[in-house]
Protein backbone atom coordinates (compact mmCIF):
# COMPACT_ATOMS: atom_id res chain seq x y z
CA UNK A 1 0.00 0.00 0.00
CA UNK A 2 1.46 3.23 -0.80
CA UNK A 3 1.50 6.21 1.84
CA UNK A 4 -0.42 9.51 1.98
CA UNK A 5 3.14 11.54 0.88
CA UNK A 6 3.52 9.01 -1.81
CA UNK A 7 0.04 9.63 -3.44
CA UNK A 8 0.37 13.27 -2.90
CA UNK A 9 3.75 12.81 -4.63
CA UNK A 10 2.30 10.62 -8.09
CA UNK A 11 -0.85 12.90 -8.15
CA UNK A 12 1.19 15.83 -8.58
CA UNK A 13 3.96 14.29 -10.60
CA UNK A 14 0.80 13.34 -13.06
CA UNK A 15 -1.24 16.44 -12.77
CA UNK A 16 2.44 18.46 -13.73
CA UNK A 17 3.52 15.86 -16.35
CA UNK A 18 -0.03 15.92 -17.79
CA UNK A 19 0.13 20.19 -18.23
CA UNK A 20 3.15 19.91 -20.03
CA UNK A 21 2.22 17.96 -22.33
CA UNK A 22 -0.88 20.29 -22.62
CA UNK A 23 2.07 22.96 -22.83
CA UNK A 24 3.56 21.70 -25.84
CA UNK A 25 0.85 19.68 -27.72
CA UNK A 26 0.16 21.94 -29.99
CA UNK A 27 3.38 23.86 -30.68
CA UNK A 28 5.15 20.27 -31.02
CA UNK A 29 2.80 18.72 -33.76
CA UNK A 30 3.03 22.35 -35.69
CA UNK A 31 6.88 22.41 -35.58
CA UNK A 32 7.23 18.88 -36.44
CA UNK A 33 5.05 18.81 -39.64
CA UNK A 34 7.08 22.67 -40.16
CA UNK A 35 10.28 20.72 -40.31
CA UNK A 36 8.83 17.79 -42.04
CA UNK A 37 6.76 19.99 -44.98
CA UNK A 38 8.79 22.72 -45.44
CA UNK A 39 12.13 23.87 -46.59
CA UNK A 40 13.42 27.64 -45.14
CA UNK A 41 16.50 29.53 -44.50
CA UNK A 42 17.74 28.41 -40.73
CA UNK A 43 15.65 25.40 -40.75
CA UNK A 44 18.79 23.80 -39.05
CA UNK A 45 19.35 26.47 -36.73
CA UNK A 46 15.47 26.18 -35.70
CA UNK A 47 16.16 22.07 -35.45
CA UNK A 48 19.38 22.72 -33.30
CA UNK A 49 17.50 25.17 -30.91
CA UNK A 50 14.39 23.06 -30.68
CA UNK A 51 16.84 20.09 -29.68
CA UNK A 52 19.02 22.31 -27.47
CA UNK A 53 17.56 20.96 -23.76
CA UNK A 54 18.33 17.19 -25.54
CA UNK A 55 22.29 18.20 -24.62
CA UNK A 56 22.00 20.93 -22.20
CA UNK A 57 22.25 20.99 -18.61
CA UNK A 58 18.56 20.85 -17.24
CA UNK A 59 19.92 23.06 -15.16
CA UNK A 60 21.21 25.60 -17.99
CA UNK A 61 17.69 25.39 -19.25
CA UNK A 62 15.90 25.87 -15.80
CA UNK A 63 18.33 29.25 -15.40
CA UNK A 64 17.36 30.19 -18.78
CA UNK A 65 13.45 30.09 -18.19
CA UNK A 66 14.26 32.20 -14.96
CA UNK A 67 15.58 34.88 -16.91
CA UNK A 68 12.96 34.76 -19.65
CA UNK A 69 9.88 34.24 -17.17
CA UNK A 70 10.68 35.81 -14.19
CA UNK A 71 9.19 38.90 -13.06
CA UNK A 72 12.27 41.13 -13.71
CA UNK A 73 11.65 39.96 -17.71
CA UNK A 74 9.77 42.02 -20.15
CA UNK A 75 7.88 38.79 -20.91
CA UNK A 76 7.70 37.14 -17.66
CA UNK A 77 6.02 41.37 -16.70
CA UNK A 78 3.38 40.96 -19.59
CA UNK A 79 2.27 37.30 -18.99
CA UNK A 80 1.59 38.92 -15.06
CA UNK A 81 -0.14 42.47 -16.26
CA UNK A 82 -2.40 40.02 -18.50
CA UNK A 83 -3.50 36.97 -16.79
CA UNK A 84 -1.88 37.78 -13.42
CA UNK A 85 0.58 34.12 -14.31
CA UNK A 86 3.71 34.03 -12.14
CA UNK A 87 5.39 30.87 -13.63
CA UNK A 88 8.70 31.07 -11.12
CA UNK A 89 7.93 28.70 -8.18
CA UNK A 90 4.64 27.72 -9.35
CA UNK A 91 3.09 23.85 -10.40
CA UNK A 92 2.53 25.88 -13.83
CA UNK A 93 6.05 26.85 -13.82
CA UNK A 94 6.97 23.41 -12.92
CA UNK A 95 4.60 22.14 -16.29
CA UNK A 96 6.42 24.92 -18.25
CA UNK A 97 10.04 23.22 -17.18
CA UNK A 98 9.02 19.61 -18.31
CA UNK A 99 7.44 20.68 -21.50
CA UNK A 100 10.35 22.52 -22.46
CA UNK A 101 12.85 19.39 -21.95
CA UNK A 102 10.21 17.26 -23.07
CA UNK A 103 9.66 19.31 -26.50
CA UNK A 104 12.37 17.93 -28.48
CA UNK A 105 10.93 13.83 -27.70
CA UNK A 106 7.49 14.79 -28.98
CA UNK A 107 9.10 17.02 -32.18
CA UNK A 108 11.32 14.18 -33.49
CA UNK A 109 8.93 11.41 -32.92
CA UNK A 110 6.57 13.52 -35.08
CA UNK A 111 8.69 14.58 -37.50
CA UNK A 112 9.42 11.06 -38.63
CA UNK A 113 5.92 10.13 -39.13
CA UNK A 114 5.10 13.22 -40.80
CA UNK A 115 8.04 12.29 -43.42
CA UNK A 116 7.06 9.11 -43.58
CA UNK A 117 3.36 9.96 -45.07
CA UNK A 118 3.18 10.11 -48.86
CA UNK A 119 2.96 13.73 -50.05
CA UNK A 120 1.18 12.01 -52.76
CA UNK A 121 -2.35 11.49 -50.66
CA UNK A 122 -1.79 15.43 -49.74
CA UNK A 123 -1.71 16.41 -53.26
CA UNK A 124 -4.68 14.08 -54.29
CA UNK A 125 -6.84 15.39 -51.87
CA UNK A 126 -6.05 19.40 -52.47
CA UNK A 127 -6.52 18.50 -56.08
CA UNK A 128 -9.89 17.39 -55.38
CA UNK A 129 -10.39 21.00 -54.03
CA UNK A 130 -9.84 20.38 -49.81
CA UNK A 131 -8.23 22.70 -48.41
CA UNK A 132 -4.83 22.86 -46.52
CA UNK A 133 -6.26 22.94 -43.12
CA UNK A 134 -8.63 19.32 -43.79
CA UNK A 135 -6.18 17.98 -45.19
CA UNK A 136 -4.27 17.86 -42.40
CA UNK A 137 -6.67 17.08 -40.18
CA UNK A 138 -7.93 13.84 -42.10
CA UNK A 139 -5.10 12.61 -43.92
CA UNK A 140 -1.68 13.66 -42.34
CA UNK A 141 -2.41 13.30 -38.96
CA UNK A 142 -4.49 10.44 -38.73
CA UNK A 143 -1.81 8.67 -40.48
CA UNK A 144 1.17 10.09 -38.73
CA UNK A 145 -0.70 9.78 -35.28
CA UNK A 146 0.80 6.59 -34.32
CA UNK A 147 4.09 8.30 -33.93
CA UNK A 148 2.62 11.10 -32.69
CA UNK A 149 0.98 9.72 -29.49
CA UNK A 150 4.72 7.75 -29.26
CA UNK A 151 6.13 10.91 -28.84
CA UNK A 152 3.58 11.97 -26.48
CA UNK A 153 4.36 9.30 -24.43
CA UNK A 154 8.22 9.84 -24.67
CA UNK A 155 7.40 13.22 -23.81
CA UNK A 156 5.18 12.64 -21.02
CA UNK A 157 7.54 10.02 -19.34
CA UNK A 158 10.24 12.96 -19.82
CA UNK A 159 8.50 15.43 -18.29
CA UNK A 160 7.35 13.28 -15.47
CA UNK A 161 10.89 12.55 -14.71
CA UNK A 162 12.57 16.13 -15.17
CA UNK A 163 14.60 17.21 -12.34
CA UNK A 164 17.28 19.70 -12.82
CA UNK A 165 15.38 22.57 -15.11
CA UNK A 166 12.41 22.06 -12.68
CA UNK A 167 14.25 22.86 -9.16
CA UNK A 168 16.03 25.88 -10.76
CA UNK A 169 13.26 27.08 -12.34
CA UNK A 170 9.89 25.93 -9.88
CA UNK A 171 12.05 25.07 -6.58
CA UNK A 172 11.54 22.13 -4.82
CA UNK A 173 7.92 22.90 -2.74
CA UNK A 174 5.98 20.55 -1.20
CA UNK A 175 2.59 20.13 -2.41
CA UNK A 176 3.39 22.84 -5.01
CA UNK A 177 6.52 21.54 -7.43
CA UNK A 178 7.83 18.56 -5.24
CA UNK A 179 7.32 15.64 -8.50
CA UNK A 180 9.22 12.38 -7.87
CA UNK A 181 12.75 12.97 -8.34
CA UNK A 182 12.43 16.09 -6.38
CA UNK A 183 10.55 14.02 -3.96
CA UNK A 184 13.15 11.23 -4.78
CA UNK A 185 16.35 13.74 -3.79
CA UNK A 186 14.55 15.45 -0.66
CA UNK A 187 13.92 11.43 0.64
CA UNK A 188 17.66 10.83 0.11
CA UNK A 189 18.54 13.81 1.88
CA UNK A 190 16.31 12.90 5.03
CA UNK A 191 17.77 11.12 7.71
CA UNK A 192 16.00 7.60 7.89
CA UNK A 193 14.36 8.43 4.44
CA UNK A 194 15.73 5.45 2.31
CA UNK A 195 13.18 3.35 2.73
CA UNK A 196 10.89 5.58 1.53
CA UNK A 197 13.20 6.69 -1.42
CA UNK A 198 13.74 3.15 -2.75
CA UNK A 199 9.65 2.84 -2.66
CA UNK A 200 9.40 6.12 -4.69
CA UNK A 201 12.48 4.95 -6.99
CA UNK A 202 10.56 1.77 -7.76
CA UNK A 203 7.20 3.35 -8.48
CA UNK A 204 9.46 6.04 -10.88
CA UNK A 205 10.95 3.20 -12.69
CA UNK A 206 7.54 1.10 -13.09
CA UNK A 207 5.88 4.16 -14.41
CA UNK A 208 9.02 4.58 -16.86
CA UNK A 209 8.87 1.41 -18.46
CA UNK A 210 5.29 1.37 -18.96
CA UNK A 211 5.44 4.48 -20.73
CA UNK A 212 8.58 2.76 -22.57
CA UNK A 213 6.23 -0.23 -23.62
CA UNK A 214 3.66 1.87 -24.13
CA UNK A 215 5.69 4.14 -26.84
CA UNK A 216 7.65 0.99 -28.47
CA UNK A 217 3.61 -0.42 -29.68
CA UNK A 218 2.75 2.73 -30.69
CA UNK A 219 5.76 3.12 -32.78
CA UNK A 220 5.99 -0.26 -34.00
CA UNK A 221 1.54 0.29 -34.85
CA UNK A 222 3.23 3.26 -37.17
CA UNK A 223 5.78 1.36 -39.25
CA UNK A 224 2.92 -1.81 -39.77
CA UNK A 225 0.46 1.13 -41.22
CA UNK A 226 3.27 2.45 -43.26
CA UNK A 227 4.47 -0.80 -44.64
CA UNK A 228 0.24 -2.04 -45.03
CA UNK A 229 0.22 1.32 -47.31
CA UNK A 230 3.43 0.73 -49.65
CA UNK A 231 2.12 -2.38 -50.61
Not at 23 to 40: E, K, Q, S, T, Y
Not at 43 to 61: C, E, F, N, R, S
Not at 137 to 144: D, M, Y
Not at 201 to 229: D, F, H, N, P, Y
Amino acid sequence: MLSELEWETIRLSLRIALAALGVILIPGIALAWLLARRNFPGKALLDGVIHLPLVLPPVVVGYLLLVALGRNSWLGHWLEQLGGWHLPFTWQGAAVAGGVMALPLLVRAARLSFEAVDPGLEAAARTLGAGRLRVFFTITLPLALPGVLAGLVLAFARALSEFGATITFASNIPGETRILPLALYTLIQSPGGEYAAARLCVIAIVIALMAMVLSERLTRAAQKRIQGRDR
